[in-house]
């Protein structure tokens, strides 16, 4: 089996589950699609997951109501062994990218992080993955009974519902005390949706003008449409906006249906992370600037006078 390890939070899905599965099927690995779901209360991650994979094991179980990197990678190599996995498949979270490495040891298994392509080659597993800070592309290989492997979020496309909702079986599991515990938790209160989960992004470049205006324009037109919220790496640099809604080869790379580019001039860095985008909507007041080769709708025009009247035309259709 191709061994996915769910990523859920708050009751949902994560996409990034969705995008393993198309890793998965893309990977030309053997063995039935598989999702693994992890925690407690997971009935909901559980049925929605099943849409999608080939079946679905289910561990709900007090000990995995918080995540921890030990208990996650004890619990994926144990039914990965059990099940004979031909290929681990893990988020490229942050806990994701944490624990695998504990997975692929335990498993003696080659691992493969970050991943933005899976194939076959013959019965070698082919993977592209980025490298020197994103200047470079690799394509690695490797052959082995069980491989492990990070997917990197937002670099393939999301799985649409198989034709037949999977099988759901409940697992076992023996799984250690966790020598790590979390005392504390603080969540930043955001009403906006996550990057990496909006069906809709705006995102604002150095052509917005300054931070101020990246508010009002920017989060303003993107809190009207209930869009998330991106940024270039220059607006970062520049130190207007949080390293998290960076957007491009060294930030995150982001498929929504609608990718809404106010102020940005498309350079190959930034396309990369958003270029596969359904809808590429710019506004730019240069009509040479690069965004447009790639746009699907693009207004030639400043920024500061167009978004002010699409923030009012939105709260109409409201
Ligand atoms: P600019 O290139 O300065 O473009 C601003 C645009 O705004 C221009 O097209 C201009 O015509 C337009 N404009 C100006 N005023 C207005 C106005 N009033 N109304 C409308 N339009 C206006 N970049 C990323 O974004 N993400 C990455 O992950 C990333 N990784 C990188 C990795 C490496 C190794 C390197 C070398 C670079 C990377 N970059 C990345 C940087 C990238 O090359 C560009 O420098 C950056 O994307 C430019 O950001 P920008 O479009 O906001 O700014």
């Given at each position: 089996m191709i061994l996915i390890v769910a990523e859920h939070a708050g009751g949902k899905l994560a996409k990034s589950t969705l995008e393993m599965v198309s890793a998965a099927r893309e990977s030309?690995?053997?063995g039935p699609v598989t999702v693994l779901v992890l925690g407690q209360g997971t009935a909901d991650v559980a049925n929605d997951a099943a849409k999608y994979a080939d079946q679905v094991l289910v561990a709900d179980l007090p000990q995995l109501a918080t995540y921890n990197a030990e208990v996650w990678a004890a619990a994926t190599a144990q039914i990965a062994q059990e099940g004979e996995a031909s290929t681990v498949v893990i988020g490229g979270s942050r806990s994701g990218r944490e624990y695998a490495p504990r997975v692929a040891v335990k498993l003696d298994a080659p691992y493969l992080e970050d991943v933005i392509r899976l194939s076959a080659n013959g019965n070698a597993l082919q993977a592209q993955r980025y490298t020197y800070l994103a200047r470079v592309t690799e394509t690695v290989e490797a052959e082995a009974p069980v491989i492990v492997v990070t997917v990197k979020p937002g670099s393939f496309a999301p799985a649409a519902p198989a034709a037949a909702a999977g099988e759901q079986y409940d697992v076992e599991l023996d799984l250690p005390a966790p020598?790590?515990?979390?005392?504390g938790k603080s969540v930043e209160k955001s009403s906006r949706v996550a990057l990496t989960e909006a069906d809709v992004i705006v995102t604002g470049g150095r052509?917005?003008?300054s931070p101020e205006n990246f508010a009002t324009y920017v989060e303003g037109l993107a809190d009207r449409i209930g869009a998330g919220v991106g940024a270039t790496r220059a607006v970062v640099d520049a130190g207007?906006?949080?390293?998290?809604e960076q957007v491009g080869q060294t930030g995150k790379t982001v498929q929504p249906k609608a990718y809404v580019a106010l102020g940005?001039?498309?350079a190959v860095q930034h396309l990369s992370g958003m270029g596969k985008s359904k809808y590429i909507i710019a506004i730019n007041?240069?009509?040479?600037?690069?965004i447009f080769k790639v746009a699907d709708y693009g207004i030639v025009g400043d920024v500061n006078q167009i978004v002010p009247a699409l923030i009012e035309a939105a709260g109409k259709s409201q």
């Amino acid at each position: 089996m191709i061994l996915i390890v769910a990523e859920h939070a708050g009751g949902k899905l994560a996409k990034s589950t969705l995008e393993m599965v198309s890793a998965a099927r893309e990977s030309g690995r053997e063995g039935p699609v598989t999702v693994l779901v992890l925690g407690q209360g997971t009935a909901d991650v559980a049925n929605d997951a099943a849409k999608y994979a080939d079946q679905v094991l289910v561990a709900d179980l007090p000990q995995l109501a918080t995540y921890n990197a030990e208990v996650w990678a004890a619990a994926t190599a144990q039914i990965a062994q059990e099940g004979e996995a031909s290929t681990v498949v893990i988020g490229g979270s942050r806990s994701g990218r944490e624990y695998a490495p504990r997975v692929a040891v335990k498993l003696d298994a080659p691992y493969l992080e970050d991943v933005i392509r899976l194939s076959a080659n013959g019965n070698a597993l082919q993977a592209q993955r980025y490298t020197y800070l994103a200047r470079v592309t690799e394509t690695v290989e490797a052959e082995a009974p069980v491989i492990v492997v990070t997917v990197k979020p937002g670099s393939f496309a999301p799985a649409a519902p198989a034709a037949a909702a999977g099988e759901q079986y409940d697992v076992e599991l023996d799984l250690p005390a966790p020598r790590v515990e979390v005392t504390g938790k603080s969540v930043e209160k955001s009403s906006r949706v996550a990057l990496t989960e909006a069906d809709v992004i705006v995102t604002g470049g150095r052509g917005v003008g300054s931070p101020e205006n990246f508010a009002t324009y920017v989060e303003g037109l993107a809190d009207r449409i209930g869009a998330g919220v991106g940024a270039t790496r220059a607006v970062v640099d520049a130190g207007w906006r949080p390293y998290a809604e960076q957007v491009g080869q060294t930030g995150k790379t982001v498929q929504p249906k609608a990718y809404v580019a106010l102020g940005v001039s498309g350079a190959v860095q930034h396309l990369s992370g958003m270029g596969k985008s359904k809808y590429i909507i710019a506004i730019n007041k240069d009509a040479e600037a690069p965004i447009f080769k790639v746009a699907d709708y693009g207004i030639v025009g400043d920024v500061n006078q167009i978004v002010p009247a699409l923030i009012e035309a939105a709260g109409k259709s409201q």
